[in-house]
């Protein structure tokens, strides 16, 4: 029985278990690392916008709090540069943004020199301030558009083999 392969009198599976025992460990802690600061971030957010907890415990749209840090341009969503003296959001929306998008190209521009990523935030390139994102779960796609049933008639428009053709 292969419960455990640590446990076995293999030692390429105890070492392979132990190699990924700990690569899991790294990335734990990465992540709880940056968690400390991404919820002192989003508590700013929530504190500026009023967003308290009944009303997140009521349903109130989360996506609220971000809404004015985004832009939509020439088909393309963009987050919004904090680095700009003419920045209108808040102070919270300006340090989430500065964090958010310094992480988000360390990831994404790993391997390019940081001074070519620096230039790229500089010169407002689009490609620096583009949202990552990923289609939502049917329940995100409601909150954004205010009902299940805009959503439904949405998500099945997808099922059209034209709509698909169009979208690949």
Do not use: C
């Given at each position: ?150 959503t439904l008639k ?15």
């Amino acid at each position: 029985m292969l419960d455990n392969p640590g446990n076995l009198d293999n030692d390429t599976l105890n070492n392979l278990t132990k190699l990924v025992s700990e690569a899991y460990q790294n990335v734990r802690e990465d992540m709880q690392r940056e968690l400390g600061t991404i919820r002192e971030l989003v508590d700013d957010l929530k504190k500026d916008k009023n967003f308290g907890k009944i009303l997140e415990m009521t349903g109130g749209n989360a996506a609220n709090l971000f809404k004015n840090m985004i832009e939509h341009k020439d088909g393309d969503i963009l987050f919004k540069n904090p680095w700009d003296p003419k920045f209108a959001g808040s102070t919270a929306e300006r340090k989430f943004l500065e964090f958010a998008l310094t992480k988000i190209n360390g990831n994404r521009y790993k391997n390019k020199d940081e001074a070519d990523v620096e230039i790229m935030r500089v010169n407002n390139d689009p490609a620096y301030y583009r949202v990552p994102l990923v289609i939502g779960d049917t329940a995100s796609q409601a909150s954004v558009l205010g009902s299940m049933s805009k959503t439904l008639k949405k998500r099945l428009e997808r099922l059209k083999p034209s709509v698909w053709w169009e979208e690949t």
